[in-house]
């Protein structure tokens, strides 16, 4: 089954210790981004990733990492997560860039991950 | 200015009528507009795709583009209490970004 999967899906952590989410498509897509999801504000882009090894920022990067070693994998690193952090996480990925509304270019959605930074 | 702007709801409709949501955008550039469902605790998922003025319909669903007045929308007719959810509106931000809106939370009522 196509599928952009997340991990973990819940993750409960303190200030400082470092967190990585993972974030994996099979569909051999190109385009990768992380979104943040907060009440009201919407999704706002973190990163993204055209392909291997390139990647740029999005709308709110401060306080995050992110690595495009291969293709299918994309995570999300929070080197010192901080309570501001706290949010709904969702990892996406479409064939390439700019997505579109048809076919291989939707941009698909995984699960998402919940965190909680105390 | 938020680069596309939703008012964020709720909206509440009866049941078997028509659900009128509604998405302006900044960038005069921007090229290709998408309405994305999300039920709660669920990930968004693309309802409908609008690149060109004018409407383009699709089942229940229509959505109209207007470049000029920079103004997206989606009509749900025959309104049903399964159309209840998260509606977000996004647009294309020059080849790399899809920019969303905060999303604007719709109840369907029996």
């Known amino acids: 089954e196509a599928q952009v999967t997340q991990n973990p899906r819940y993750l409960i952590t303190v200030t400082g210790k470092k967190l990585t989410v993972t974030c994996s498509q099979n569909m051999n897509h190109e385009y990768m981004s992380w979104y943040r999801q907060d009440p009201g504000l919407g999704l706002r882009q973190i990163y993204y990733?055209?392909?291997?090894?390139?990647?740029d920022k999005g709308d709110v990067p401060e306080g995050y990492k992110v690595s495009r070693k291969e293709k299918r994998n994309f995570p999300l690193i929070l080197e010192s997560p901080s309570p501001n952090q706290t949010s709904l996480y969702f990892c996406a990925s479409s064939l390439f860039s700019p997505p579109s509304g048809s076919g291989a270019n939707v941009l698909t959605f995984g699960a998402g991950s919940r965190l909680t930074v105390l | 200015q938020k680069e596309v702007e939703q008012n964020s709801g709720p909206l509440s409709v009866p049941e078997g009528a028509i659900a009128s949501l509604n998405c302006t955008y900044s960038?005069?550039?921007?090229?290709?507009f998408f309405w994305y469902r999300q039920y709660s605790g669920k990930s968004p998922e693309l309802i409908m795709s609008?690149?060109?003025?004018g409407d383009k319909e699709d089942g229940r669903f229509t959505a109209q583009l207007n470049k000029a007045s920079q103004y997206v929308s989606l009509l749900i007719r025959d309104s049903q209490p399964s159309d209840s959810a998260t509606y977000l509106c996004?647009?294309?931000?020059?080849?790399?970004?899809?920019?969303f809106g905060q999303g604007t939370r719709l109840t369907i009522n029996p």
């Open positions: 996004a647009g294309t931000q020059g080849a790399q970004k899809l920019v």
């Open positions: 609008i690149y060109s003025n």
């Open positions: 960038d005069r550039g921007s090229q290709s």
């Open positions: 990733s055209m392909n291997v090894e390139v990647t």
